[in-house]
């Protein structure tokens, strides 16, 4: 099973904005062909990390959101109750719930907080919703890059046009 940790992902996204804000703009009027192609090869390398940036929040904002409703849910089980204790993901052995007043929360790099579970259930929706915010913001940058990947298609492809089409001489 893929195992993340929140801090990296908040910290993926964090350097993805700075990157972005960092980026100042290039007069595509004054490149030849070849620096637009490097430039358009550049934005689709771009869109495809920003994508797999965007798909990574997703998975973290579903985990926290599945992670929520177990925590709910196990504070609604009494003590002694049988369960099925995962191992791995396919291996479940039999077993009985313990205390159901308190709960251990990964908050990430393999740090743990107890909680109530009211309180697990609070955190995990604090951080869908920051979780759900960076995807927003991040579905904007993503959305630039392509405006620009577009503008730099359509200028190549304008040039290539000129470049190809007969003089009138």
């Known amino acids: ?20 804000e960092g980026n100042g703009g290039v ?7 070849e620096q637009l192609e490097k430039v358009k090869e550049s934005l689709e390398g771009d869109l ?15 985990r926290f959101h599945t992670a929520g409703i177990a925590v709910q849910a196990l504070a609604e089980q009494n003590q002694g109750d049988a369960m099925l204790i995962p191992l ?17 929360i990964d908050v990430g790099t393999g740090y743990y907080v107890e909680k109530t ?24 940058i993503i959305s630039q890059k392509r405006e620009q990947f577009l503008q730099v298609n359509g200028l190549i492809s304008m ?11």
């Open 117 to 140: 579970p009211e309180d697990g259930t609070d955190y995990c929706k604090r951080k869908v919703k920051l979780l759900k915010e960076n995807i927003e913001k991040l579905a904007h």
């Open 88 to 104: 791995t993901s396919s291996l479940y052995v039999p077993g009985k719930l313990g205390d159901t007043k308190s709960v251990l």
């Open 27 to 33: 007069e595509l009027d004054r490149l030849t062909v």
């Open 48 to 62: 495809e990390q920003l994508n797999g940036h965007f798909q990574s929040l997703q998975v973290a904002a579903s």
């Open 1 to 20: 099973e893929e195992r993340w940790d929140t801090d990296e992902v908040d910290e993926v996204f964090a350097e993805v904005v700075r990157e972005m």
């Open 159 to 169: 040039r290539m046009e000129t470049a190809n089409a007969p003089s009138k001489n």
